[in-house]
T-cell receptor, first 112, second 114 residues
Framework: QKEVEQNSGPLSVPEGAIASLNCTYSDRVSQSFFWYRQYSGKSPELIMSIYSNGDKEDGRFTAQLNKASQYVSLLIRDSQPSDSATYLCAVSLSSGTYKYIFGTGTRLKVLA | DTGVSQDPRHKITKRGQNVTFRCDPISEHNRLYWYRQTLGQGPEFLTYFQNEAQLEKSRLLSDRFSAERPKGSFSTLEIQRTEQGDSAMYLC????????????FGPGTRLLVL
């Protein structure tokens, strides 16, 4: 079992719709969770971090964390063509290490 | 903050040659990380430094790879005797406790080994 799993996609949504991206992780004591956006040929760009169960909103983005289910998601409201990118889920494991474990990413296509 | 910078941005080399990449972290970020990313995959952790100390290395980091951060500021990643399988994007990130150890990435160095 991979430590961090994401559906590779592509996930296609029409412009203006809500895009829902999901991520599961295997280490039950993981503490910190991050979503990065990566355009083709570019480096990852931080969108959001989340540390506690529940929802965290930032503009059009909402991250949701459920530690009991080992699940973290990212909702993108009013999706725009410029949101078309690969979305990487990253998990910081148990205390004592600061490295991130990344999923393979979900490719999102927003259709105009 | 000017962001994490990496140099060079692109490197083409022949198999068997040595290459060295440089990373300058965000100023005052005491932790610095190296990752490697191949097409269709997420970044894979290679190693990280806290100040000048190299605290963790991945099993991916063979003995052909070495990283340094001599004064706790910039870092270098050297690959000796490059192989075609080393072709990848090499990403550097930095973090600080003051920002919750959130990692900010540089633009990456894209390596092609012919």
């Amino acid at each position: 079992q991979k430590e961090v799993e994401q559906n590779s996609g592509p996930l296609s949504v029409p412009e203006g719709a809500i895009a829902s991206l999901n991520c599961t992780y295997s280490d039950r004591v993981s503490q910190s969770f991050f979503w990065y956006r990566q355009y083709s040929g570019k480096s990852p760009e931080l969108i959001m971090s989340i540390y506690s169960n529940g929802d965290k909103e930032d503009g059009r983005f909402t991250a949701q964390l459920n530690k009991a289910s080992q699940y973290v998601s990212l909702l993108i409201r009013d999706s725009q063509p410029s949101d078309s990118a690969t979305y990487l889920c990253a998990v910081s494991l148990s205390s004592g290490t600061y490295k991130y474990i990344f999923g393979t990413g979900t490719r999102l296509k927003v259709l105009a | 903050d000017t962001g994490v910078s990496q140099d060079p941005r692109h490197k083409i080399t022949k198999r068997g040659q040595n290459v060295t990449f440089r990373c300058d972290p965000i100023s005052e970020h005491n932790r610095l990380y190296w990752y490697r990313q191949t097409l269709g995959q997420g970044p894979e952790f290679l190693t990280y430094f806290q100040n000048e100390a190299q605290l963790e290395k991945s099993r991916l980091l063979s003995d052909r790879f070495s990283a340094e951060r001599p004064k706790g500021s910039f870092s270098t990643l050297e690959i000796q005797r490059t192989e075609q399988g080393d072709s990848a994007m090499y990403l550097c990130a930095s973090s600080t406790t003051r920002q919750g150890e959130t990692q900010y990435f540089g633009p990456g160095t894209r390596l092609l080994v012919l």
